[in-house]
């Protein structure tokens, strides 16, 4: 069974369990992954592009908590960060930091990479090895660092 058919059962029993927020959640997940196959004209996602989908939703429902928190709303920020809880246990497990920084040396010494020019190499690789398992963000913070020290 796909990512974006295990989503859709997940929604059929949410709403046969009465979970209103969750189904709420989900159907605005599926909307996501469907505006996507219209984007690539493609009705049968893989996989891993309905990871990247649920990862981007996970990260603006973050972003919102946040500005929600900033302007004093801490009940919707609370909210935001439910359903972004919820979409997380569709994204495999994170990795750690010891398990990230022994993936970066690995890909840094397979690329050669050494000055910041390299820094596409060493961030495509790592997107291939670490999609859906580390914030991209983040390790391009950290890509930089070692690259440029």
Do not use: C, F
Not at 17 to 35: D, F, I, N, P
Not at 39 to 54: F, G, H, M, Q, T
Not at 66 to 89: C, F, S, V
Not at 118 to 125: E, I, L, P, Q, Y
């Amino acid at each position: 069974m796909s990512l974006k058919e295990t989503i859709q059962s997940d929604i059929k029993d949410a709403m046969r369990a009465g979970e209103k927020e969750r189904v709420s959640t989900l159907r605005m997940l599926v909307a996501a992954v469907q505006k996507r196959e219209i984007e690539e004209r493609n009705d049968a996602l893989d996989d891993a592009v309905v990871l990247s989908v649920i990862e981007k939703s996970v990260k603006q429902l973050k972003d919102s908590a946040k500005q929600y928190a900033d302007a004093g709303r801490q009940d919707r920020a609370d909210a935001e960060l439910a359903e972004a809880e919820l979409l997380q246990a569709y994204l495999p497990e994170q990795l750690s930091d010891a398990e990230l920084d022994t993936l970066l040396d690995e890909v840094m010494a397979a690329t050669g990479a050494d000055s910041m020019k390299d820094m596409g190499k060493v961030m495509a690789a790592m997107k291939d090895k670490a999609q859906g398992r580390a914030d991209m963000g983040a390790l391009s913070g950290k890509v930089k660092a070692r690259l440029a020290g």
